[in-house]
Structures are given as C-alpha cells and as structure tokens.
C-alpha cells in the first residue's frame, strides 16, 4: 500500500519513512505538490518541533487538500505536532490554526515539579476500543518527547499520565493521531503503524 | 507512568565499537550497527553512537555507520561526536538520527544549540557535558568544572551554569558524564548528577561509573537521573538492559518491561 507523507520542514522525516516502509508500505513525500494528497490512499503527517511551523501547510495549500482528502475518507494519521494539528490549536502558537477536525485546544503541561518536556516511555492507558491501537495491551509502553498536548475527550483511544491524563491517541473515523511516536516505540510502535495501513473503511462510513 | 530509560551507548572509532578505561585500553566490541540491534533487542530503551575517530576522513564511515545502524533500530537514536555545524547535523539526522550530542563544538559556538534546536526541535538537541568535580574549590559538586579533549582541559565553565545555558538555549537534554568516574565502574557521580538535574527542568542522562545494578539505583534515587547511559556493562555478555532492568524494578525503579 502507498503512504503519501506530508513535509512541512519541521524536522526528520528519515525515521517515520523508514518504519513505514518496515512495515510494507511504499512512501511518497509532499512538501507541496498538491496532486499527490489528491490522489493519495493513505495520508501521515509526522511532525517534531513547533506547532507555528504548521502555518506551512495553510501557506502551500496542503491543508486544504488534506480536508478534502479526510472527507473523502482517505486514512490518516497525525504523530505529535501532527496529531495537535487536528485539534483546533495550540497555545503554543495561539494565532496559528490548527485543522479543527477535533474541537478543543491544545496546551502545555501544567507547572509542577515534574520536567518538560515529557521525554521517554510511558505506558498507555486504553480508553475504549479504536482500530489504530487493535491488538495494544494496556500498559505497553511507548515514547514521547513533547511540552504541548491535547485533552481526553470522547475522540480518546488512549490516556497517559503525566502531570496529569492526556490523549496519547485520538481516533474517529478514518482521522487517527499518537501524541507518542510509533517510529521509535519499538514492536509496539511497529504494531501500531500496521494497524494503520491495514486500516479500511467500514461498510457504513 | 513514565520509566527511567537506560541508554545504551556505543563508543565507535573508524566504524568500529570500542571502549577503553578512562580513553586507554581500547578494544575492539564489533560492528556497530550489530551491536546497536542486539541492545534494542535486549531491552535498551534507546541507542546512543558517540563517534571518536578522530580523522577528517573518519566523517564519511561515520555517516555510512549511522545509516546502517539507524536501519536496523525502532528506538530513539542519538549520534554525538565530530558535530560541529548545524550543517554536521543535518547530515546526520539525514542519515537517520533522531537527536544529535554537541560537545566541544557548542562551548566553542553555544549559538550552535539554538541553530539546531530551530531547525530540528529541541527534543533533537542533547548537549553533552564531561565534568569533574573541583578539588579545590569550597564546593566541589556545585563548582564542578566542564571539560573538553576527553578529559584533559578545563573549558572554563562552571557545569551547572552551562547546563543551564545549554537549557536556555533550547537543548532538550543534558548527557552528563562525570570524567572522574567515567570507566571505573564505582558508580555514577550522584552528587553531581543531582546538582545539574535540580538545576534544569530538561531531562538529565547519567553517565560514567557503571558497573552495577545498584549503581543505577542510586543514580535514579539519589542522582535524580531521568536516564543512565552504559557502555561497558553492556559490552562481552557482562549483562542485559533487559536483566538490568528487571533488577531495577525489583529495586522499585519504574522501567519499561517488558521490553
């Protein structure tokens, strides 16, 4: 199966390709042509660094295309500042929009004693049952490195704790997100990713 | 709950693992990215390759032995050593690398850290500190100075307050290694690794001193470590991350198992 990954220049995209492709899927990347999200079957958007680096796919009209493409039903998957993405925004970057596919806001970590950013294995905790997460038992463990999050809400497959509970992964419909990295989680991670490309529109979405 | 990582770390010369007592003794622990599996495979919860070849030439082996280690690994992978430009960098994460340690180079240039950080994120900056502690001084954990040339000369700098630069300028990590301990395997510098963790909010990876179970949990105790690098206690079948960490959560130490 073909993965189309969208480049919008914030960091490396060398280890997402890589476990995709580990995985069986063929990669494609888009930093701008708009014809490959038009014709794409599966859609990542990985994403390290600053949610203001985002404002790259209104400016190359890669947002619009992926709106589309998710009412289409085109499967697709946000990782990190991918997944904050899909949330309306992120107080990280305030005047930056995100795609709104999910309503609320995102926001840093609360002060405490504890550090940020969140970096290392946490465990997950399974909220109900989704298909990008098919076959995770609760408590595998997979790796975060982030400051920002999004909040648990019904679209919440999973919960981490830290600081307090967060969405470590969204899903509804053909729209999935890991706030975790599933290219660097391991055989959890690996697991994960294929549940993704194996992913197909029920009879009734 | 998050878990204390250990850190697998392979010392690479020429393309080649090798490990020394206190930079002398160096023996050849085979290929790299071989190595770099087989950690993964026995439960390290991250890879770290710091490069020491010494040669201009050395830089092509290296980005050759990243890209053929980074293709085997689905864990973190940290690559430090020889980085001097952002452009360096570049060409490492190019080859795979998930996070970059800057050294020397970010003493000499400390805008190097915010040059990285910016293009790659601060989760892909680890600024790497060799410290020893100051005989002299009134204080010697606390007035603990950074060095450079493996050991050999004093940079000038206090190691918490260039820990705390280092923060400042968007590093995500500091790996500390205690150059007094490094290779004996007496244990981590505890009291060290607790001054420069309680005085950053990024995370603090032990290193030098390994050499056993109880070392890692003083470290995470007494150290407030949130990662511990081992090298030699990984090498010649000497023990596993694995076995390593089921003595540690034994101990009561939150780590991912199973792994």
Partial sequence: MRVTVIDYKAGNL??????????????????????????????????????AATER???????????????????????????????????EAPKQPGLGHFAEQCTHFAESQEKVPHVGWNS?????????????????????????????TADTAAITRYIEPFAAAVERGNVMGTQFHPEKSGATGLKILGNFLSWQAKGNE | MITKRIIACLDVRDGRVVKGVQFVDIVDAGDPATQAARHARDGADEIVLLDITATHEGRSTLLDTVRRTAAVLFVPFCVGGGIRSAGDAAQVFEAGADKVSVNSAALKDPMLIDAIGHSFGAQAVVVAIDARRDPEAADPVRDAQVFVQGGRKPAG????????????????????????????????????????????????????????VEHFVDVFGRGKADAALAASIFHFGVSSARSLKEELAKAGVSVRLPC
């Fill in chain 1, 124 to 152: 997950l905790e399974i909220r109900q049952s989704s298909r990008l997460l098919s076959g995770v038992e609760p408590g595998e463990y997979v790796y975060f490195t982030h400051s920002y999050k999004a909040p648990v």
């Fill in chain 2, 157 to 212: 700098r206090r190691v918490v307050e260039w820990a705390r630069e280092a923060e400042a300028r968007g590093a995500g990590e500091i790996l500390l290694t205690s150059m007094d301990s490094d290779g004996m395997r007496m244990g981590f510098d505890c009291e060290l690794t607790a001054a420069v963790s309680e005085s950053v909010g990024i995370p603090v990876i032990a290193s030098g001193g390994a050499g056993t």
């Fill in chain 1, 14 to 51: 060398t280890s997402v390709l890589k476990a995709l492709r580990r995985c069986g899927a063929e990669t494609e990347v888009t930093d701008g042509d708009l014809s490959l999200v038009e014709s794409a079957e599966r859609i990542v958007l990985p994403g390290v660094g600053h949610f």
């Fill in chain 1, 57 to 91: 796919l209104d400016t190359t009209g890669l947002t619009s295309a992926i709106r589309a493409a998710i009412a289409r039903g085109v499967p697709f998957l946000g990782i990190c500042v991918g997944m904050q993405w899909l949330y309306a925004g992120s107080s």
